[in-house]
Each structure stands twice: as C-alpha cells, then as structure tokens.
C-alpha cells in the first residue's frame, strides 16, 4: 500500500490555498478572468461549498472523527478518540446529485460522522444510537482519486458510522466486532 493511500500521510502538504493560488496565477500576479474563475469552481465542489475541517482518522475504531472540541469524544475501543493523518475538509449544506449522498451528520455523544438516512441511528459506543447535531455534510462517492482526496472512506451497516477501509484490520464497531462495509466508496477531500 502506497503511503499516500494511507491516513497517516506522507510529508506535509501545502495548504489549500496556496495551491489554488498557484493554479489560478494569483501567486505570479496574474489576473482571473470570470471564465477562468468559473471553471476552477466547476472543477471541485468542495472548493465551492461551505466546509468544515478538522475531521480526522481514529488509529483505534477507524471512524471519522470531528477534532473541533477539548476532548476527543467516545472511542468504541475504549477512551477518547487518538486521531492521525490528514485534516479532512468535508462540504456541508449543498444540494445532492449522482455523486454525492447527504445525511452524513456529526454524533455529539461519540463525535464520529454517521450517515443519518437509515431507519435507526446506529450504535454509539456511548449507548444507544447516535444523536445527530450540526451539519448536513454531502460526501462524494464512487469518482476517481485526484490530489488531496482519499478513497476508501465506507459506510458501517451495523454501526452506521464513516471508517476507512483501507487497512485489513476493520477497526473497532460499537456495534461488535469490526466495522462491516457496505454501500458507496467516499472519496473526501482534506487540506
């Protein structure tokens, strides 16, 4: 598995914005033309949608994890969530379309991003189902891996949270066992 299939990462990456800036030629002074800027903002709609950062890869459960508050939520392996890797940055509030599913939502008892579309709220290793807060994040799914993107993110049809697929090890599911995926392949862009 390459390095850069994983959460963990490789070296660190520019920031987001410098490297729209460089595409755009704002770095060299160069002006945008309003065709020029409308097909940037075509070209990724994350780029256009509001976001939300901070959501981060569990080394113990494999769950995404929002990392925004002093604690780290409630892990299904035990403790708090122990993030690592990539700082992903997931579009919220858009509308939805061939490639994207929405009804992804924030737990504000475990902190994990669960997919609020099924007929329960899953298991949260803080008992019972998950307590959906926040945001509407829309993710997309099943489209090719470009730069700062990671695919692999799956959904759990017995927890119904977000983890990575990635690894032979499932991850821990509050659910029992390991997580079980099923449904779209996410691709989710991160910073």
């Known amino acids: 598995m390459s390095i850069l299939n994983s959460p963990y990462g490789a070296s660190p990456r520019p920031p987001r914005r410098a490297v729209l800036a460089g595409v755009l030629g704002l770095a060299s002074g160069l002006a945008v033309t309003g065709a020029t800027a409308a097909t940037a903002a ?5 780029a256009a949608a509001d976001t939300q950062d901070k959501w981060r890869f569990c080394v ?3 769950c995404m994890f929002f990392r925004g508050y002093p ?6 392996a035990g403790g708090g969530h122990d993030a690592d890797g990539f700082d992903f940055n997931l579009p ?7 490639n994207t599913q929405r009804n992804w939502r924030f737990c504000d008892k475990c902190f994990v991003m669960f997919w609020y579309g099924a007929p329960s709220a899953g298991h949260c290793p803080t008992g019972d189902g998950h307590r959906m807060a926040g945001y509407d994040f829309v993710l997309r799914h099943d ?16 927890c119904h949270g977000l983890f990575w697929n990635g690894y032979a090890d499932k991850g821990a599911c509050p659910a029992g066992a390991k997580h079980h995926m099923a449904g779209y392949d996410f691709v989710l862009p991160y910073l």
């Open 42 to 46: 075509t070209a990724s709609p994350a």
């Open 71 to 76: 604690n780290d939520g409630a892990c299904a």
């Open 92 to 98: 919220h509030d858009v509308p939805e379309t061939a």
């Open 60 to 62: 113990k459960c494999h």
């Open 143 to 158: 489209v090719v891996q470009i730069a700062n993107t990671q695919r692999d993110w799956r959904y759990c049809d017995k």
